[in-house]
């Protein structure tokens, strides 16, 4: 079954002490992303990857790294996690083509629920 | 820069009838993706339909039809024959079709209810 997979799905932890939510997708797809979503502000962004030790910063990357060492891997890093990070996180994954254009759909993950006490 | 409108924070409609939620959308690209996004309660984002800028028909998924209106700038969710099991938050989103970041732009979606 094709499917993006996110883990833990619901995670509590306090100021400061270092988590990773990984991400993963067995569709081979290039395109992975991380989005945020709160009340009020809607989803936004976080980084980007077009594919393999390619990442960039989206909308809000503050307090937050990532890496692309695999295709299927894209894990969301908070070194040092605040309250204002509790947020619900989704990553999102898509085909991605070099040349010509594409439509290609953007596939999420089942979200994680992140508080930061 | 690119933006969509979701006027309606929340819908009802009876079990089995059909429902439109409104979407429009602003931004100075020539060739875009349109897409609707279902979130139940439980907090999964599921796909339900896309529409290229450039495709002449309207997309159809199912139950799912997107009533996409170019000069309006409009790109409608209808779902036909309504379940209990739509009722869930709404979301549409576009994206530019060429570039290096397929971010989606999302907006603050309709809260639908359907009614037995």
């Known amino acids: 079954e094709a499917q993006v997979t996110q883990n833990p799905r619901y995670l509590i932890t306090v100021t400061g002490k270092k988590l990773t939510v990984t991400c993963s997708q067995n569709?081979?797809?290039?395109?992975m992303s991380w989005y945020r979503q709160d009340p009020g502000l809607g989803l936004r962004q976080i980084y980007y990857s077009m594919n393999v030790e390619v990442t960039d910063k989206g909308d809000v990357p503050e307090g937050y790294k990532v890496s692309r060492k695999e295709k299927r891997n894209f894990p969301l890093i908070l070194e040092s996690p605040s309250p204002n990070q509790t947020s619900l996180y989704f990553c999102?994954?898509?085909?991605?083509?070099?040349?010509?254009?594409?439509?290609?759909?953007?596939?999420f993950g089942p979200g994680t629920r992140l508080l930061v006490l | 820069a690119q933006k969509i409108t979701q006027t309606q924070p929340g819908m009802f409609v009876q079990e089995k009838e059909a429902v439109t939620l409104d979407c429009t959308y602003d931004t100075s690209d020539q060739s875009y993706g349109l897409f609707w996004y279902k979130q139940p309660s439980s907090g999964e984002m599921i796909f339900l339909i896309y529409?290229?800028?450039?495709?002449?028909q309207n997309a159809t998924e199912g139950r799912y039809s997107l009533n996409f209106q170019k000069a309006r700038k409009s790109a409608n969710l209808v779902i036909s024959a309504s379940q209990l099991g739509d009722s869930a938050m709404y979301f549409c989103?576009?994206?530019?079709?060429?570039?290096?970041?397929?971010?989606?732009?999302f907006g603050k979606g309709t809260l639908l209810t359907v009614n037995p």
């Open positions: 999102a994954s898509s085909a991605y083509r070099l040349t010509g254009v594409g439509l290609e759909t953007q596939y």
């Open positions: 989103a576009m994206r530019p079709q060429r570039g290096s970041n397929y971010k989606l732009t």
């Open positions: 569709m081979n797809h290039e395109y």
């Open positions: 529409q290229g800028s450039y495709d002449e």
